[in-house]
């Protein structure tokens, strides 16, 4: 059995909360939020202890703790959980800037816990095939990709006083919300290295971007456009990546199942598997077994990208003494990709992955420590 606690009763504990109940493997035994009735009215829900602190947390014996509060408040409490010893399952975004990774990272380095890193897109049966096929090479090797986040929030999304500025949320839906796609899109293309990015206010009253562009570079040669917008009706989330072999492609909202994967195989191989259909008339992969469809062919247990799947890896991975794949390591490209996106768009130049050094301001802070009026100026369309 592995003894959890969660760190943030609010709405995303809740996802926690029912990935652990629902695993036996494991036992839910304390949860402490600074809000005292939040950690009462989670407890009861859960069956847990509510703490008063993280260290009375800790003194009840956990293995892993999910740490499920505000972004500003990763870093603190983090470190506080790894000085103590235990592991730690840390929410998304893992840090608001780089310097923060780097000082949990300092401190996992000398503790007996380890860090890992809520990014449930990589933990569905879709992305675990995408992985391994293209690192495989059996989908070809990627030379376009486009990676969206679309998603709609009205103004009043931002009405509470930690919504909508830096101080309080450290970045905007670049950070918080593209995050996702970014993350998957950068796991499965690999090392990136320039980004060219425009990050723009266009509607909502917010002090950062409501849209965000970028055109990025990998090591690999293949280039890609991300886009992250809360200005979009029909809300989507999708990644879309073109091989030598194929088209591959998920399209989903807040999370995917199999069915939200399709692979387009070049038509030439589809013309010659058909034996005489036409050349472009290929056909979305149906999932049907078709040895010659290398996506439909590699399929297995259904696994949707949700809290419960990272969660029953994670639990596994812990419990057999394996390494876990996706640590606080394993997602510092993501976090310099974000970076490297407000730096080039409040400088106006490209920004290559190696620029993002500690004497850069943008490595402490992601608008660059530049004035207000600066910063919102250059991301304003006016
Ligand atoms: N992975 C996902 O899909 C996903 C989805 C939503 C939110 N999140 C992330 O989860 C985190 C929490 O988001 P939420 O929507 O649950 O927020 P929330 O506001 O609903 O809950 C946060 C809770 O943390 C508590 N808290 C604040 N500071 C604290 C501290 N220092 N110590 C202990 N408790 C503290 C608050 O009192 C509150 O109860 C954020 O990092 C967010 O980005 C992830």
Redesign the pocket.
């Known amino acids: 059995m592995l003894r959890v606690g969660i ?7 809740r996802s926690h909360g029912r990935a652990y109940a629902a695993d036996p493997r494991v036992e839910l035994v304390a949860v ?4 005292p009735s ?1 950690a009462e009215t989670f407890a009861a829900e859960v069956g847990a202890r509510a703490c008063s602190s993280v260290a009375d947390l800790v003194a009840q014996d956990v293995q892993l703790v999910s740490v ?4 500003g ?2 870093t603190d ?1 983090t470190v506080e959980l790894l000085g103590l010893g235990t592991s730690v399952l840390l ?3 893992p840090t608001v800037n780089l310097a923060d990774m780097d000082r949990i990272a300092q401190a996992e380095s000398t503790s007996a816990g380890a860090v890992f890193v ?1 990014f ?1 897109h990589r933990h569905g049966s879709g992305a675990k095939r995408a992985h391994r096929l293209l690192a495989e090479g059996t989908l070809g090797v990627p030379q376009v990709a486009v990676c969206e986040t679309l998603w709609y929030r009205p103004d009043s999304y931002f009405d509470p006083a930690w919504r909508g500025n830096w101080a309080g949320e450290g970045g905007g839906p670049t950070l ?1 919300h593209g995050i ?1 796609q970014i993350d998957l899109l950068l796991h499965l293309l690999g090392e990136w290295r320039t980004v060219d990015a425009r990050a723009t206010r266009v509607a909502r009253p917010v002090e950062f971007e409501d849209v965000s562009t970028a055109s990025v570079t990998f090591a690999s040669g293949a280039v890609a456009s991300v886009t992250t917008s809360l200005l979009s009706p029909r809300e989507t989330s999708r990644i879309r990546i073109d091989t030598t072999g194929g088209t591959l492609e998920v399209e989903h909202l807040y999370g995917y199942t199999d069915a939200d994967w399709s692979w387009y195989p070049l038509p030439d191989a589809r013309t010659a598997a058909a034996n005489g259909t036409d050349p472009g008339a290929g056909q979305r992969s149906t999932g049907a077994s078709d040895a010659t469809d290398v996506w439909a062919a590699s399929a297995g247990q259904d696994v949707p990208s949700n ?1 419960a799947a990272q969660i029953h890896d994670l639990v596994g991975d812990l419990l057999a003494g394996r390494p876990h794949p996706t640590t606080l390591a394993s997602t510092r490209p993501t976090m310099e990709f974000v970076t490297a996106l407000y730096a080039s768009s409040l400088e106006g130049e490209t920004v290559a992955r190696e620029d993002l050094t500690s004497d850069r301001a943008f490595y402490h802070r992601l608008d660059g420590g530049l004035p207000a009026e600066r910063v919102s100026a250059r991301m304003s369309r006016a």
Do not use: L, R, W
């Open positions: 760190v943030g009763c609010g709405g995303i504990a402490h939020d600074v809000d939040a499920c509060t505000p972004p408040t990763h409490t929410e998304k975004p809520v449930q918080g996702h809290h």
